[in-house]
C-alpha cells in the first residue's frame, strides 16, 4: 500500500483536497478564527506523509499541480480591484503611502528581528520578502543568497497568521475604514490575507489585491537595499 500510494500520480492532490474540506467543515462548523483550513490542510498533509512514510518528493509529483493554479487565481483577483477603479482613483495618494508604510515596517521588522537575535546574512535575507507573494519571495531571497525553502515556508506562515488574525487586530486597533484593511491585510499577508479581506468586504478585496502586486514591486526595489545593512 505504502508503495502504491508513494507512486500514485494523484495521491498528493487528493490528500492535500481532503485536509483543505476538513478546515472548510471545521471553520464553518466552529467560527473560529485559529481553524484555518490551509493550517488544518498543512497538518493534515503532513500527517498523512508521517503515518503512511510516504516521501515529500513522491507526495509533490501529484500536489504541484495545485500550485500551477496560482498565477491564474491571483490574476483573478484583479476582476474585483477593477470592480473599484473609481474608489482607487480617488484615494491614490493615500493608497500609496499606506501600502508603502507597510512595505517599509515588514522590512524594518525583520531587521531589528535579525539584530535582535543575531542572525547571520543567510538567515536575514530568507526572512526579508516574508510579506509578498511566494512566486516573488523566492526570487528575491536566491538573489539574494538567502534559502529559498524556507522563505517559503516563512511566506506561508505569515499569510496563515495575517489570516487568522486580520478581523482581531482591526477590531482591537478600531479600524473602520474599508480601503484600510484591505491596504493593511494585503500589504501585511499578501494572497492568503486577501481571502479573509474579501470576506470582510467588496471594497477590503479589492484594496487588498492591489496591495498584493505594490507590496511586491516595492519589496523588489528596496529588499537589496536592507539587504546591505546585515
Avoid: W
Avoid at 498543512?42 to 504541484?64: H, M, Q, R, S, W
Avoid at 520578502?129 to 526570487?139: H, L, N
Avoid at 506561508?156 to 478600531?174: D, Q, R, S, W, Y
Wanted: net charge negative; charged share 15%.
Amino acid at each position: 500500500m505504502q508503495t502504491f500510494l508513494s507512486h500514485s500520480l494523484f495521491f498528493g492532490v487528493v490528500i492535500s483536497l481532503i485536509g483543505y474540506e476538513i478546515g472548510l467543515f471545521l471553520k464553518k462548523r466552529f467560527k473560529k478564527s485559529y481553524l484555518n483550513p490551509l493550517l488544518i490542510s498543512i497538518v493534515f498533509v503532513i500527517g498523512c506523509l508521517l503515518l503512511l512514510d510516504v516521501p515529500y518528493d513522491n507526495y509533490y509529483e501529484g500536489a504541484k499541480y495545485i500550485s500551477y493554479l496560482l498565477t491564474p487565481a491571483t490574476v483573478c483577483l484583479a476582476v474585483s480591484l477593477y470592480e473599484q477603479l473609481e474608489l482607487l482613483k480617488a484615494h491614490k495618494k493615500a493608497i500609496i503611502l499606506g501600502i508603502g508604510s507597510g512595505v517599509l515596517a515588514s522590512l524594518l521588522s525583520v531587521f531589528l528581528f535579525a539584530l535582535l537575535f543575531h542572525l547571520s546574512h543567510e538567515e536575514y535575507v530568507t526572512l526579508l520578502p516574508k510579506s509578498i507573494t511566494t512566486a516573488i519571495g523566492m526570487v528575491i531571497s536566491e538573489e539574494l543568497g538567502g534559502i529559498s525553502n524556507i522563505t517559503v515556508a516563512v511566506i506561508i506562515m505569515t499569510g496563515v497568521l495575517g489570516n487568522m488574525i486580520a478581523e482581531g487586530v482591526c477590531k482591537v486597533f478600531h479600524i473602520e475604514e474599508p480601503i484600510a484593511k484591505g491596504l493593511a491585510i494585503g500589504t501585511a499577508a499578501h494572497a492568503i490575507g486577501t481571502t479573509k479581506a474579501m470576506e470582510l468586504g467588496e471594497v477590503e478585496g479589492a484594496m487588498s489585491s492591489l496591495s498584493i502586486a505594490v507590496a511586491g514591486l516595492l519589496t523588489v526595489i528596496l529588499a537589496p537595499l536592507f539587504a546591505h545593512l546585515i
